[in-house]
Structures are given as C-alpha cells and as structure tokens.
C-alpha cells in the first residue's frame, strides 16, 4: 500500500517516469483495495500540488476520455465511488500518457535552454575613490580615468595602474561584484588579481614602516619586495606578510577556512589568538586558519587547483557539491537552492570559466544530480 500511495504521489506531481507509471498501473489493477486506501488516495487527490489538473481540465480530459470510448472494467465498477475516481484518472492518464511525456520531453529542453543562456562572469569591477565617487571599470575606455589626491589613475589592457606619488594618506577601494574579476597594479609596483565577490582597499602613498591593505574574497598577489617595508595583506583579523612573494589568499565569509596558498618565496602569518608568527617557505605550503584562529599548514597544496580561477579555469579536487557551488554562485552570480538530502559524493574536474552554466554542471549530472533554474536562483535537486 505504501509503494502504491509513494507512486500515486509521484504521478500528481508529475514526477513519475515510464516505468513508475506502468508499475503504478499493475498495483491499481492487483491490490486488494479497502475502504482506508481509497481514502488515501482520494486525500492525496484532494491535496495535490498546485500544477495537478484543475477542475476545468479535469471536466475537459473526462469529456474526451467519453469520446474516446475508454473501457471501465467490471472491477473498476465495483469498486467505491472515489477509488473508481482515482483508477479513471489513471486511465485517463494512460490516455494522455504519450503526450506527457512529450510535454515532460519539451520541459527538459526548455530547462536546458535556460541553463545554457546563463553566461560565464567577465572582467569588471568598480573604482571607489577617496571622497567616494565611483568608476565602473569594465565600461571605462582605456587612457586616464580620473586623478586622485595628484595621482594619475589609468586603465590599460584590461586594468588599472598608477602614476605619480601623493603626499596625503587616501585610499582607493576595487571591489568586483559576483560574475566579475579583475586585476589591478597598485601604487607601489604590486600585482593584484582579485576574484569575483572580493575587494581590496589600499593607499594611494604607501608610507611608514609597512604596505598594508585590506582585502575580502579571494585574490592572487605578486609582491614587489622591500625589506625595509613589508607587505601585508589584512582579511577580517588575520594578516598575511610578504617576505619576497607570490601568494593567494581565500578569505570568502562562508567558507570553512581563510587559506593562504604560497606559490613562490615566504610568508608570515599572525591571528589575535596566536601571537607566534606562523612561517611558510616554498612553493605549494599552504596556511589552513579555522573561525578560532587556528593556524595548520599543509605542505602538499595543489597550487594548480589552487590558482585554477586566475587561469581561467574551474579545478574540481574531490570537492563536494556545496564548494562547487559556492564558486558556481560567485561566478554566475546566482543564488542556490537544494533540495532533497544533499549528495555526500565527491566530484574531480576541470572546465573553463569561459563556459556556460550547463557544460559546468554536466560534472554533476553524472552523479543523477539535477538543476533548474527559477530567475536568479539555481535549484540543486538531489
């Protein structure tokens, strides 16, 4: 009786496939049905979803059953008046069995249309200046944007670099929204490349006995080294300092761990809640610092998985479905939706970040994994 009830269910909410349909069909034509189970099923009837066949529909599909001339067994017959209710609208169904399953085939093309018609994110992002206007980057023509505090600000070959010195202590704030990325040299001769949903707020003059900016997100940075006045990176209260560096660092808010990968030379890292510096040396170390503070390092970091996003790339490393689509919600700009029991599978790949949203998800779809999109938000069906 359960299957039965779990089949019938399924059928109103138009979720049932061929072979559930046929199964459904031989129960309703051998169980033993009783006054309670035709109770059931008139409930379920009753409290179907809100696409089950209205009452217009359901005189209009009875009218043309007539028509048809379906025939109506002599068990049928017997049975109470709102289970035969029920096995008619299966007969019905069969009837129209073929022609929903077109309609479910036109459904899954148009959910794949609409999946294939979400666009990669691009570079952009936008310019705060010290007394708050603001310049979109990505629509700004290449030469001198602005001057700020007598400093030349420019764009060239997709970003945006500094010319002169000011003698006052401003800053300047790059923020990139989800779906955007962009890369910037600051004042003192240091790369940047920041990812989607990230900032980094800096001065125009670095002075005193140290560089220090703040950032949020995720970014890639190639210092151009001063012993005499190091480099330090501030996400939320966590600092990372340059000793002659290449390195990334991801401080997204919801994420589990703030990393700080190291490609090249050495980094210093300090929390409140540890006042030992943490040294990293050498290429592929990476700092794992958990809410508390905690600092581990690893020293095996796949800094080809870890740098996949500046390189234009999705690198999937065993990573389960919330971390994919965590990235996939940045650089879509989307918002997700689960349903159902989250998978506990992992996933390896590696897709272009120039693709669009359905070739990524085709990595997950092997795992009977299923997508839909409603506006802006991406539902992950499990």
């Known amino acids: 009786m359960e299957r039965l009830q779990t089949l019938f269910t399924k059928y109103l909410n138009n979720e049932i496939d061929p072979d559930e349909f046929a199964e459904l069909w031989q129960l309703m034509d051998e169980e033993q049905l009783n006054g309670q189970l035709g109770a059931q099923l008139q409930e ?6 809100e ?31 709102y289970v035969a209710a029920a096995v008619v609208f299966l007969a019905l169904a069969a009837y129209w069995f073929i022609d929903l399953q077109l309609s479910g085939k036109e459904a899954r093309i148009e959910a794949k249309r609409r999946l294939d018609e979400v666009m990669p994110g691009h570079n952009g992002a936008v310019l705060t200046l010290s007394n708050g206007q603001q310049v979109v980057l990505d629509s700004a023509g290449n ?9 030349g ?21 790059v923020s990139t929204d989800k779906g955007r990325q962009w890369r910037l040299t600051l004042p003192d001769g240091t790369r940047v490349w920041l990812n989607a949903a990230s900032s980094i707020t800096y001065p125009l003059s670095f002075r ?36 002659g560096t290449s390195f ?14 190291l490609l090249e030379g050495s980094v210093s890292i300090r929390t409140p809640e540890t006042p030992e510096h943490v040294i990293m040396s050498g290429n592929g170390k ?34 389960d479905i919330e971390g994919i689509m965590r990235q996939i919600s ?8 689960y349903t159902g029991t989250r998978s506990k599978e992992t996933f390896s790949g590696m897709v272009s970040r120039s693709s669009n949203l359905s070739q990524v998800l085709k990595i997950m779809e092997q795992a009977s994994i299923r997508f839909r999109l409603e506006g802006k938000t991406l539902v992950v069906i499990q």
């Open 44 to 49: 379920l009837w009753e409290k179907g979803p």
């Open 51 to 81: 696409h089950a066949l209205n009452p217009a529909d359901w005189d209009r599909k009875m009218t043309a059953m007539k028509k048809a001339q379906l025939p109506v067994t002599g068990r049928l017959m017997a049975w109470r008046p």
């Open 143 to 151: 030469g001198e944007l602005v001057t700020d505090a007598n400093v």
């Open 153 to 173: 600000i420019l764009k060239k070959d997709g970003e945006i670099v500094y010319t002169g010195r000011s003698e006052e202590v401003v800053y300047n704030t």
């Open 208 to 243: 005193g006995n140290e560089r220090l900016v703040t950032m949020t997100g995720e970014a890639y940075f190639e210092v151009v080294h001063n012993a005499a006045q190091p480099f330090k990176v501030k996400a939320g209260d966590r600092v990372i300092e340059d000793i």
């Open 248 to 261: 990334n660092v991801n401080a997204y808010a919801d994420e589990k761990l703030l990393t700080a990968t």
């Open 286 to 319: 990476q700092a794992q610092i958990n809410p508390s503070g905690r600092i581990a390092v690893r020293s095996d970091a796949d800094t080809e998985d870890v740098m996949a996003w500046k390189n234009g790339m999705f690198s999937f490393n065993q990573s």
């Open 330 to 337: 940045r650089w879509y700009d989307l918002d997700i939706l």
